[in-house]
């Protein structure tokens, strides 16, 4: 298992490299830069990015000679080019693509991930700032959607074809057609002010006053505020892993050494979790990775926003659209390298829970 391990590790290093290298190419491709950005607001579309990059505004705009940028970033006709210029130093456009990428995969090995173009704040401290909400969300749909799934799972799977069989299906169906942000509007109109009734709040994690809260007034007010919020990202969650789970004992169920078990006079309950559990839960392991970076990080982008949640999805969405590519690349590398972790870890699970797999004996 040691040497499987330390393969897998290596391996993260071209993985990493390979995930970076793609982004960083697509994103010299694309349009409206941190450069462009700068020009925009120049133009008349807001001055508040421009005096953080520019210092103030102690750079004039002027037309002028020189280089002729106009050709190289829209709306840059009638700007001083030396002013052009130093845009290009201070976001590091200066140099060639090729520096630039391995300059900052050097950088991003020392987790040194940089400040922000346009907030003045590190990589890091953005981050950390947003994790409360992500940690939060994450956590607790992970927990719902299994302990509560997984058991479901089961006893679909013993009464397949049963009345309770039936309508669990059918509930389960409408939950993952409906869309998670839809779902959260309905929530909000009836439950948080809109038409009906005003029980849950809005905003944040917790209240204004949560300080002067006592510990478990604290607990109370923390969960009053997260009630929406979770319901309405579990629910695709909480499908996805029922059905799976029911479908993964169906087939456990109908195998030989099941029959074989059974026959030996061993309970139920032994059956279906001192042999079946085992080998069905496999098919649920090889799907934690997956489930831990998007309840996590990309699937609350839209719940956030509903119920203004300041977490990772927001700060992701909203770099992207204002070209802040240290905030962009900082966060794609550090989740792509947790994913990668995560998945790693989820081999060993493997392990843990079958001792017949044997990882050392496969070729990676």
């Given at each position: 298992?040691?040497?499987y391990?330390?393969r ?9 490299v ?32 421009t ?14 000679g ?18 052009i210029?130093k ?6 456009f ?26 003045d ?27 509560i ?18 309508w ?10 409906v ?41 109370v ?16 969650a ?20 099941v ?53 990772l ?17 900082g ?5 792509s ?9 989820s081999d ?15 070729d990676?």
């Amino acid at each position: 298992m040691g040497a499987y391990i330390l393969r897998r590790l290596l391996l993260m290093i071209p993985t990493i490299v390979g995930i970076m290298g793609i982004s960083f190419l697509v994103i010299q491709f694309a349009p409206g830069g941190p450069v462009e950005q700068v020009i925009a607001e120049l133009t008349g579309q807001g001055n508040s990015t421009t005096e953080r990059i520019s210092g103030g505004g102690d750079q004039q705009v002027q037309p002028g000679g020189g280089a002729d940028f106009s050709s190289k970033y829209r709306g840059a006709q009638g700007l001083d080019p030396a002013f052009i210029a130093k845009l290009e130093q201070q976001f590091g456009f200066d140099k060639p693509p090729v520096e630039r990428f391995l300059r900052m995969m050097w950088n991003y090995i020392r987790f040194d991930f940089g400040e922000s173009y346009f907030r003045d704040v590190t990589v890091i401290d953005l981050i950390i700032e947003k994790m409360p909400v992500s940690i939060s969300l994450g956590i607790w749909i992970l927990l719902i959607s299994y302990i509560i799934s997984i058991p479901l799972g089961i006893k679909k799977a013993v009464s397949d074809g049963s009345r309770f069989d039936i309508w669990t299906s059918g509930v389960i169906i409408i939950a993952y057609a409906v869309p998670g942000f839809l779902f959260g509007i309905m929530l909000i109109v009836v439950f948080a002010g809109g038409s009906f009734f005003d029980w849950f709040p809005l905003r944040g994690l917790t209240s204004d006053n949560f300080s002067e809260l006592s510990w478990w007034e604290k607990i109370v007010d923390y969960f009053w505020h997260l009630t929406l919020p979770l319901i309405s990202l579990s629910l695709a969650a909480f499908a996805t892993t029922t059905l799976l789970t029911k479908n993964s004992f169906i087939d456990e169920i109908r195998k030989q050494y099941v029959t074989t078990a059974r026959a030996k006079g061993l309970t139920e309950n032994q059956v279906l979790y001192g042999h079946v559990f085992r080998n069905a839960m496999l098919i649920i392991i090889a799907g934690f990775p997956a489930a831990f970076i998007t309840a996590f990080f990309s699937g609350s982008l839209l719940i956030e926003t509903i119920f203004s949640l300041d977490g990772l999805g927001r700060l992701g969405f909203e770099s992207v659209v204002k070209r802040d590519y240290p905030v962009v690349f900082g966060t794609l590398f550090i989740f792509s390298l947790m994913g990668l972790v995560v998945g790693l870890l989820s081999d060993l699970v493997y392990t843990w829970v079958d001792p017949r797999i044997d990882f050392e004996r496969r070729d990676v």
